[in-house]
C-alpha cells in the first residue's frame, strides 16, 4: 500500500472541478491542501467542498504555480496528480520538469506521488522522476490490486514514486 493510513499531509495538484478530493475527504483523508493555478478553479473547489452543507475542516485550498508552491520542504506525505503534469507538459517541457522538481521539494522523505498520464509518454515521465531523490513503485504498466482486479484506465497510464532519504538541492 502506498499511504498506509489516512493521516498524511495529502497535497492536490489542479484541484478545479473534480470532486475526488470531496470524496477522498469524506472517506477519512482530512488533512489536505490543494492547489490549482487557476482562482476560478479554486473557486469551485471550495464550493465542492461546501456543498451538501457539510463542515470539512483541514483543508487549504490556494491558487499556486506548481513551479513555486507556497509550501514548507519537506511538508507533503502524498502527492496527488491527475493530469495536471500533462497540462503543464502540453505549456511547456521546462514547466513540467520545474514543476516536477518542485514536488520533490515539497514531498517529505518516504512521501508519495501518484500520476494519471494520459499525454506524457512514459519514457520522459520516468526520466524527470529519475535519479536519487526518487524511488519508482509503478511505471505506468497495467496495475492491479489486491484482488486481482485492474486499477487503470486503458487510456491512461498510473506511475508512482516515493520519495528517498536523498537530500534536495
Known sequence: MLVPDKRPRVLIAGIGNDPA???MYDDGWTNVTAYDYSQSG??????????CGKRRDGVRLMTADARDLLLET???????????????YIAGYDAFRDSVREMGRVTAEGGVVVTVSRVIGSEILLSEFDGP?????????????????????LEAELYSWKRTDATFE
Open 133 to 153: 531523490l526518487w524511488e519508482n513503485v509503478h511505471d505506468g504498466s497495467l496495475a492491479f490490486g489486491p484482488n486481482g482486479e485492474a486499477s487503470i484506465d
Open 42 to 51: 479554486v473557486d469551485r473547489a471550495r464550493e465542492l467542498f461546501e456543498s
Open 21 to 23: 478530493p470531496v470524496e
Open 74 to 88: 519537506s511538508s507533503v506525505d502524498a502527492t496527488l496528480d491527475k493530469g495536471t503534469l500533462d497540462a503543464i
